[in-house]
């Protein structure tokens, strides 16, 4: 037995999969799967793999000096559980990938993501958009002490949860919609960051508000991407007894997840627990996005930063600007995109018209995959990426 937990240590420390109920293993690699190894022994063996993870966590939490709310020995058996109930394979690498989204996310949670927080990141973001509000709201006592009101009482949030209801009653006070005359509506959009069309009324620019902040809970991870991708697998997600309350309607629900993504006693019946929302959020958005770039750390955490192919297409824009000596801005934009964040291909983007100098045909349909996988298999691709030996994946200038 003492020979198995050696293996297990070895597989977790060493970066390679994960042991599977195995006596001897491969001369340099994973064991086989004997059919004679009874269950009870692959369960013991499961466990002891489990244990080594949790280990492993710990050793990695210390050197990083994790200074959380939790213990260290908390905080390593919820992340290796996390791992573990979103199907992710219990590998070194892995752990130290989610260890290190949480530590750049929230600094092991040191960080206070409370009114005051928030309050300074959207006067950082929209510091003239404000100004400009202010001064509308001058000709508007009325507006101005409800703005006021809803100002202070952010400045009292103490944690993301007590912001984020703030911004559900926010959303939906009907009464501030109608204190708002029509010279503060372009404004408002601006500052909420939605993409509202110039004809919407106060009430729909007010409830678009519903899914601020955008990052939520240990990983800071957008709460609307994971939705996106869960939202191809519903059927899944419905016969996953973990997570089957969160489909409500037929749909993903966003709020629910939110809200067990922030800190809460597992035993409220009305939440899933927070590490059954995580290990959701790692299967929907942080797995792929590992996925995509074949479990390169420097590639994944800009991807997780910039969003899914990212560096994919950043790729495709260094090449571009190798290929025809111009200077795209590297930022993995390979066209413009409309209100719901799709790909626009009735006006040319930079990348687009260097696409078209490049002397290939099918732009449009190569443009449109910038969102998804597959762009590999097209011949621009090959032509541009392949044949010219060049890389597959660019960190975007944006990314420090």
């Known amino acids: 037995m003492l020979r198995c937990i050696n293996v297990i240590k070895k597989e977790i420390f060493g970066n390679r999969y994960v042991f599977k109920c195995a006596e001897t293993p491969r001369e340099g690699g994973n064991a086989e799967i004997s059919p004679m190894r009874s269950e009870l ?3 013991k063996e499961e466990i ?17 000096q994790f200074k959380g ?12 559980e996390s791992i573990k109930q979103s199907g992710m394979e219990l590998t070194g690498n892995n752990i130290r990938f989610i260890i290190s989204l949480a530590e750049r996310g929230s600094e092991f949670g040191t960080i206070n993501r409370n009114g005051r927080f928030f309050l300074d990141q959207v006067q950082q973001k929209h510091r003239k958009t404000i100004s400009a509000l202010r001064a509308v709201l001058f000709l508007n006592p009325t507006l101005s002490e409800t703005v006021s009101r809803y100002e202070e009482e952010l400045k009292n ?19 501030l919609a109608g204190q708002i005359p029509d010279s503060v509506m372009s404004i ?24 601020r902040p955008l990052r939520i809970g240990k990983y800071q991870v957008n709460v609307d991407r994971v939705v996106e991708n869960a939202k191809k697998d519903i059927g899944s997600i419905l016969r996953n007894p973990l997570w089957s309350s969160l489909i409500k309607g037929g749909s993903i629900d966003r709020d629910l997840l939110v809200r067990s993504l922030f800190d809460h006693e597992d035993s409220d019946p009305s939440l899933l627990p927070q590490k059954t929302a995580e290990a959701f959020v790692i299967k929907y958005y942080i797995l792929p996005v590992m996925q995509t770039n074949d479990f ?3 590639y994944a955490l800009a991807d997780f930063e910039a969003g ?5 297409n950043t790729a495709i824009q260094s090449a571009l600007n190798e290929e025809l000596g111009i200077s795209l801005v590297l930022d993995g934009d390979l066209s413009f995109y409309d209100r719901n964040g799709q790909p626009r291909v009735d006006k040319d983007s930079a990348t687009m018209t260097a696409l078209r100098r490049f002397g290939v ?40």
């Open 188 to 211: 408002l959009e601006k500052m909420c960051g939605a993409r509202c069309g110039s004809g919407e009324s106060a009430e729909q620019i007010l409830q678009s508000l519903q899914n």
């Open 69 to 80: 709310s939790q213990s260290v020995d908390q905080y390593a058996r919820q992340t290796v």
């Open 308 to 312: 899914q192919f990212t560096c994919r």
């Open 157 to 175: 949030c103490n944690n993301e949860k007590e912001v984020y209801e703030l911004v559900q009653k926010l959303s939906h006070d009907e009464d």
């Open 296 to 298: 390169d750390r420097e």
């Open 41 to 43: 022994t692959c369960l």
């Open 361 to 400: 045909e099918g732009v449009e349909d190569f443009v449109k995959c910038g969102k998804k996988a597959g762009i590999e298999n097209t011949q621009i691709w090959q032509e541009l990426i392949v044949e010219k030996s060049r890389p597959t994946r660019v960190v975007p200038s944006f990314i420090h």
């Open 48 to 64: 002891m793999l489990e244990n080594a993870a949790i280990e492993f966590a710990k050793k990695t939490l210390t050197e990083r």
